[in-house]
């Protein structure tokens, strides 16, 4: 039983900011493995950002120097800061967590990025 909740997504110019934050339900969260993913239309759903059990990050090479995750484990929140974002960006933004082998996911959150 595991709920993910996407928030923070909108329209933005290129060049600007935006803060996603992916919620867990329940009291109890674990150290799992979290990450935000990114699709659009005729595409696979692709990795943008992963934050390890250790709290080691990873980010797609696209993103990389702009993006940054992290994550609250009180708050049972992550957080995925989005700076400089350009129109190939935009995408359903899914939050992703790993437990027990199985791949949980929220229900995306749109960010659209103009030129």
């Known amino acids: 039983q595991v709920q993910l909740v996407e928030s923070g997504g909108g329209l933005v110019q290129a060049g600007g900011s935006l803060r996603l934050s992916c919620t867990a339900s329940?009291?109890?969260?674990?150290?799992?493995?979290m990450g935000w993913y990114r699709q659009v239309p005729g595409k696979q759903r692709e990795l943008v950002a992963g934050i390890t059990s250790i709290g080691r990050t990873n980010y797609a090479d696209s993103v990389k120097g702009r993006f940054s995750i992290s994550r609250d484990n009180a708050k049972n929140t992550v957080y995925l800061q989005m700076n400089s974002l350009k129109p190939e960006d935009t995408a359903v933004y899914y939050c992703?967590?790993?437990?027990?082998?199985?791949?949980?996911w929220g229900q995306g959150t749109q960010v659209t990025v103009s030129s």
């Open positions: 329940g009291s109890i969260f674990s150290m799992n493995p």
């Open positions: 992703n967590l790993y437990k027990g082998a199985v791949n949980y």
